[in-house]
């Protein structure tokens, strides 16, 4: 018999190869940008096309290569940041995979250019499919741009995996804003398809945090700093009224290398605890720096999920950097005062209780009810007068509204009464039973349907806005707004941009609640960035989903008569009134029989 292994083409195995590193025209630009700040760039620009998929060029004006070392440089396991194993324990430069370039050349179209500043001229470099083309000197500015066309098109399969332009642009973005917030010492530029979407000057952190996400920002920000001698902690977290429902803004970065940790989310979280509501969460940016060996950033091919040596004591040195300064800028409590200040100020607290005032507050009925024989539930005789109209409580309501179409198709009398129950909960008589519907999950199927039917083409009326509301937003943000834009449209928004990072909101849906413009939009903007992937469903089926979700009415909100009428009757003149669009029922229906089962009468 034949042997039967073989060694892999280099071609081959860069390609293999490439499916770690580069998963998506993101993890190119990654690669890339920390390339050019480890190369000592000022100033970084990158330049995309069609998200990526047809160019990806990052121009820098670093230090530059020899023509031998640009040559070297797609070689497999090639780096000039490591020379021993122990270097791996010690690496304080961003971009150090050696398969970094080799898997960019495997899988696309590659033009380099590079010069170092004692050059007097410097080398252009041509490769495809992991085959230098063509080598030969040029004329360039020091420092280094290197240019990446037609991604994956050695491999049409992966290229079909690839989300939409909008999808991919968004985790473009989120790897640019990753790696400028580490350095916003340098110059950095984006620009997409001809129009540039960020123009960063240098300047101090804060400065770039507020470039990133709006001018909004910058009043709203407290500033971290810890120096200890295990570690320092810099940065800034946000007051507690920047929290938001999803998680938005947060950002950890260990010796300027960005980083996801569920268990330092959890240690900044505790930090507001009380401070904000139980389902929101923090905005920050904090910078950890500490001795590399410390920390194991090989634990993950992205090196974004690293280890500590010890967990609990980064936990706790967060957390407490965390909670000193949102204590030192009066914004958390220093003391716990049982009593309100204004509180303790008052005649009732600072004075003496006099022998007169007790004698005159024993002799109440208000101080008998609850003191008589210890019960608190004692009623004078003489009050129970009061309570003779309690019936009247469950008795019809003749104001409820008759003209209201009923239930459905064998409809109770129009003076059948509706039950709110736990203000969650429309409890609908019928002849042999009753329906128990779920308020806002059937709110949520009703706007879903009125949403889908205003994209296709049934107009939805747009109430105008008497005063219009301005919208910062981060350029990424605004981005993603923009290409939201024409459905949002159909179903009854009216946005402006207005300059680089601002929409105007002129006008809502007809029925939106007043005053809730602005949260609705920036909502809908977080859950497109953090829930989307969960979801395998298009743009717009995404967008009328999270609408009807976060307009509908909530649980634990009290409706009238009217109210429960018009809900229940628009749940069934939906097409699918039973389930919620992602399945969830909006009713259940009790039977008398089931009833009487429940408690033992089988037959009557």
């Known amino acids: 018999m034949p042997d039967i292994i073989q060694l892999l083409p280099d071609n081959i195995a860069n390609q293999i190869a490439a499916g770690e590193v580069i998963q998506r025209p993101a993890s190119a630009v990654k690669e890339l940008l920390e390339n050019a700040v480890d190369a000592g760039a000022t100033e970084v620009r990158l330049i995309i096309a069609d998200a990526g998929k047809q160019l990806i060029q990052v121009i820098d004006n670093g230090n530059g ?69 063509k080598q030969e000197p040029c004329a360039c500015p020091s420092g280094t741009s290197i240019s990446m066309k037609n991604l994956f098109f050695s491999v049409p399969a992966r290229r079909n995996f690839l989300k939409s332009n909008a999808a991919e642009l968004r985790h473009i973005v989120d790897e640019f804003v990753r790696v400028v917030m580490a350095f916003p010492g340098v110059f950095f530029s984006m620009t997409s398809n001809g129009q540039e979407m960020f123009h ?65 989310n959890h240690a900044v979280a505790s930090a507001f605890e009380h401070m904000i509501p139980k389902d929101s969460f923090p905005s920050y940016a904090l910078f950890i720096d500490l001795d590399p060996a410390q920390v194991d950033i090989n634990v993950h091919p992205t090196k974004q999920e690293i280890k500590f040596e010890d967990e ?14 949102l204590a030192q800028f009066s914004i958390a409590p220093s003391l716990d005062f049982t009593l309100n200040p204004e509180i303790q100020q008052l005649d009732a607290v600072s004075k003496p209780f006099s022998s007169e005032q007790r004698q005159e507050a024993s002799a109440s009925p208000l101080f ?116 939201l834009l024409p459905d949002l449209t159909l179903i009854g928004y009216e946005l402006e941009p207005f300059g680089q990072h601002t929409f105007i909101i002129r006008g809502v849906p007809s029925d939106t609640e007043a005053g809730n413009e602005r949260h609705s939009i920036e909502l809908l903007l977080e859950q497109f960035k953090h829930f989307s992937g969960d979801l395998k469903l298009g743009s717009r089926e995404k967008m009328l989903r999270f609408m009807a ?56």
């Open 368 to 483: 008998n009810t609850f003191s008589q024989k210890h019960q608190a539930h004692l009623i004078d005789p003489g009050t129970r007068s009061n309570l003779q109209h309690w019936k009247q409580l469950y008795e019809p309501d003749e104001a409820a509204d008759a003209s209201t179409v009923p239930l459905h198709t064998e409809p109770a009398a129009v003076d059948t009464i509706f039950f709110q129950l736990h203000q969650t909960f429309i409890v609908v008589p019928e002849g042999g039973g009753f329906r128990l519907v779920h308020q806002q999950l059937a709110h949520e199927r009703i706007l879903y349907e009125k949403f889908s039917g205003a994209v296709n083409g049934q107009q939805v009326a747009t109430q105008k806005s008497l005063f219009p509301v301005t919208l910062d937003l981060s350029m990424a943000d605004f981005a993603l707004l923009h290409d």
């Open 549 to 604: 979700r976060q307009q509908a009415i909530k649980a634990g909100q009290a409706l009238g008569q009217a109210e429960m009428r018009a809900l229940v009757s628009g749940l069934f003149q939906c097409a699918a009134p039973n389930v919620t669009p992602a399945g969830h029922p909006t009713y259940l229906e009790f039977r008398e029989d089931q009833l009487d089962k429940l408690f033992g009468r089988m037959n009557g």
């Open 65 to 133: 290569m020899s023509g031998t070392d640009a040559r070297m440089a797609f070689e497999r396991h090639a780096t000039s940041k490591i020379r021993g194993i122990e270097d791996l324990f010690r690496i304080r430069t961003m971009g150090f995979r050696g398969e970094a370039l080799a898997s960019i050349a495997a899988v696309s179209q590659v033009e380099l250019k590079t010069k170092r500043p004692s050059d007097e001229t410097g080398v252009y470099i041509e490769i495809e499919n992991s085959i230098v083309l």
């Open 200 to 264: 960063l000057d240098p300047g101090t952190s804060k400065q770039r945090i507020v470039q990133l996400f709006g001018n909004s920002y910058n009043a709203k920000l407290v500033s971290v700093k810890e120096e200890t001698d295990y570690l320092n902690i810099t940065g800034f977290v946000g007051k507690p009224e920047t929290a938001k429902k999803t998680r938005g803004d947060q950002y950890f970065f260990v010796n300027n290398r960005f980083i996801k940790s569920p268990y330092l």
């Open 312 to 325: 609990k004591i980064m936990y706790a040195f967060v957390q407490a950097a965390v909670k000193h300064a």
